[in-house]
């Protein structure tokens, strides 16, 4: 599992290929409402250039499904980039073709080039090796820093690592290192909390954590399905009932490792302005929601997660987005905060409530990889990381 890093090979006067995950939030004006994506591949990118390299970036944009879409193009990214940088970053509006070739053929140990979004190519998705030979005739080394897209098998995130030698960046070297950890030789006790909306999201993470995890805490949404495996009537609940038989035959195999809510809070509408109350699971009238976990529930959580060496975290405990029903997630969040473990948390929803609770700083690592962290807690190998060389 260990691959690769820019620290293993030597970039100078090299050209390196670093396929970045500048995948940023527009706004309807085009301009960039959240940077966190081009800050996070800053420290790779001042590597390589500190150590004698020429830079070449790619990443997609947006879904323009193999079409040039004006509003996904990376100019932005290049103006945000420069200044982040204190260089200036060149950019052409091909990902390749002649005037890419050419830009990237007269670099100097330094320069910094953005290529368009390879998403303007149709090969990118295709993973056509025609597109990746011609990305990689560009460079001399292909560094893939993009754990968000490394679920992906595309040609700018896997198919171009067979035509070129290929390392991890930094960003997705400290990615597969820390979530590598707590899979294969966690501090333990190793505690998970999954939740969010749907429990058909998140079964092959559940059943892969099953024989590593010591305990799994279940809030959110998902928790509902589970309950209704116990013949709990749900009222108005979010239940998934195509996987309440998974749900049931995950409880029987569990044992006491999967530990369900023992209070929530519920709503009589699915808004802030709702009347709520904290009820048992197993007392949902008609007309009423559970939308969080209740207080007894946010104790034991936390206090679970006190007492544990190595903590993961996936999908907010509630409704977080309407206040009245955030209690939950926003307990968590503190919990890993104050705790002494090494603590994981991925999902981007999961990232926001972790940001919103004002506690971000004190998390031992939030995953830049939505998809990709989900799949890599599953135990799927991701086709971005396996294409890397091996140390
Ligand atoms: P992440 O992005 O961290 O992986 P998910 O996308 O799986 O998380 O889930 C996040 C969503 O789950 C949030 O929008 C939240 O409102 C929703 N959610 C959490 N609890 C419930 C609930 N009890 N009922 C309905 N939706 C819920
Ligand atoms: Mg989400």
Redesign the pocket.
């Given at each position: 599992m260990t691959k690769k890093t820019i620290l293993d090979v030597s970039v100078e006067n090299k050209r390196v290929l670093v396929r970045c995950d500048f995948n940023v939030p527009l706004d309807d004006a085009g301009e960039i409402t959240d940077d966190l994506r081009i800050r996070a591949a800053v420290p790779t990118i001042q590597y390589l250039l500190e150590h004698g390299a020429a830079v070449i970036l790619c990443s997609h944009l947006g879904r323009p499904k193999g079409k040039i879409v004006e509003s996904l193009r990376l100019d932005p990214v290049a103006a945000r980039l420069s200044e982040q940088l204190g260089v200036t970053v060149k950019k052409v509006n091909e990902v390749v073709g002649e005037a890419a070739a050419a830009a990237a053929l007269s670099m100097r140990p330094g320069d910094v080039l953005l290529l368009e979004n390879t998403r303007f190519e149709p090969g990118d998705e295709k993973n056509d090796p025609d597109l990746s030979r011609k990305l990689a005739a560009l460079a001399d080394l292909y560094v893939n820093d993009a754990f968000g897209a490394a679920h992906r098998a595309h040609a700018s995130t896997a198919g171009v690592a067979a035509f070129l030698p290929a390392v991890s960046g930094l960003l997705m070297g400290r990615e597969i290192e820390v979530l590598g950890k707590a899979l294969e030789a966690p501090e333990r006790p190793l505690v998970v909390i999954l939740?969010?909306?749907?429990i058909s999201?998140?079964i092959g993470v559940i059943e892969n954590l099953l024989t590593k995890a010591d305990r799994i805490l279940i809030?959110?949404?998902?928790?509902?399905t589970f309950f209704a495996a116990r013949g709990y009537e749900m009222g108005d609940?979010?239940v998934e009932q195509d996987a309440i038989s998974t749900a049931a035959d995950l409880l029987a195999r569990a044992g006491s490792i999967l530990v369900l809510p023992e209070d929530v809070v519920l709503a009589d509408a699915f808004s802030a302005q709702a009347n709520a109350k904290v009820s048992l699971p197993d007392k949902v009238e008609p007309g009423w929601?559970?939308?969080?976990i209740g207080p007894k529930t946010a104790e034991l959580y936390e206090r679970l997660i006190a007492g544990a060496g190595t903590v993961i975290w996936?999908?907010?405990?509630?409704?977080?987005?309407?206040e009245p029903?955030a209690k939950g997630?926003f307990a968590v969040a503190r919990a890993l905060a104050a705790s002494h473990a090494m603590t994981i948390v991925?999902?981007?929803?999961?990232?926001?409530?972790v940001q919103e609770s004002g506690v971000a700083d004190s998390i031992g690592h939030i995953s830049t990889g939505?998809g990709a962290s989900?799949e890599f807690l599953e135990g799927i190998e991701l086709p971005g990381v396996a294409v890397l060389e091996d140390k």
């Open positions: 939740g969010g909306a749907k999201d998140k809030g959110g949404g998902m928790a509902n609940s979010l929601r559970i939308l969080d996936n999908g907010p405990m509630g409704v977080f987005e309407l029903f997630t991925g999902g981007g929803d999961s990232a926001a409530a939505g989900l």
